[in-house]
């Protein structure tokens, strides 16, 4: 009968320590944060600005955040996750962005109501690549008048920033970056933008 017993807790010991290394990696959460501005407008005669639309590439339009493969190629990070979506999040880092570099009052964030007369932000992110310890993102935007619609300045740009590595914290860092970067394109754009 001890001998059945013994057998039974061995067997038990076993079979915890096998569900406890079975044990899934935690996930682990990123998020976007505003960057400092390359320069502070001072002086903005331009109607406020709203980013309205922010569209990212399909391939990283997804709660998990991809990372480089050994062999160069995206994969997905199971275990590593933006805090939201990342069109929501980028969206509002920009706007948070816009505000740093612009005076107060210039945006309207995305959850208040639209300001008449304020001009509309649209941006495509088309491309977003990691590559030699560089981030770099292809991306288009118009800035449109509510009043007339008519009016709009179209722009494009090729940004890059460098990575210090190619894990998910340099990644949500570079996308951090580049989106200050664009913030600051913007910002000079809108500062020049006339309505007839």
């Not at 079979?15 to 001072?42: K, M, N, Q, Y």
């Not at 107060?104 to 590559?131: C, H, K, M, Q, W």
């Not at 090729?158 to 190619?166: G, I």
Request: aromatic residues 6%; glycine residues 4%; charged residues 20%.
């Amino acid at each position: 009968m001890n001998d059945v017993r013994t057998a039974w807790w061995v067997a038990a010991c076993a079979v915890a320590l096998v569900l406890t290394g079975c044990r899934s990696a935690a996930t682990r959460i990123f998020t976007l944060e505003p960057t400092a501005p390359a320069s502070h407008i001072d002086v903005y005669r331009a109607p406020p600005l709203r980013v309205a639309r922010l569209n990212v590439p399909a391939s990283w339009d997804r709660i998990e955040i991809l990372k480089q493969s050994a062999a160069g190629a995206l994969q997905i990070g199971d275990f590593d996750h933006w805090a939201a979506p990342l069109p929501q999040m980028a969206r509002q880092t920009l706007s948070d962005d816009l505000d740093r570099r612009l005076p107060s009052g210039s945006v309207v964030y995305p959850g208040l109501p639209r300001t008449s007369g304020a001009l509309d932000v649209s941006v495509d992110i088309l491309e977003f690549n990691i590559l030699a310890s560089q981030a770099s993102m292809r991306v288009s935007w118009d800035i449109v008048s509510s009043e007339d619609s008519h009016s709009a300045k179209r722009s494009t740009a090729e940004l890059r920033s460098p990575m210090s590595s190619e894990e998910p914290a340099a990644i949500a860092r570079a996308w951090s970056e580049l989106i200050g970067q664009l913030a600051d394109r913007i910002a000079a754009d809108a500062i020049s933008f006339s309505i007839p």
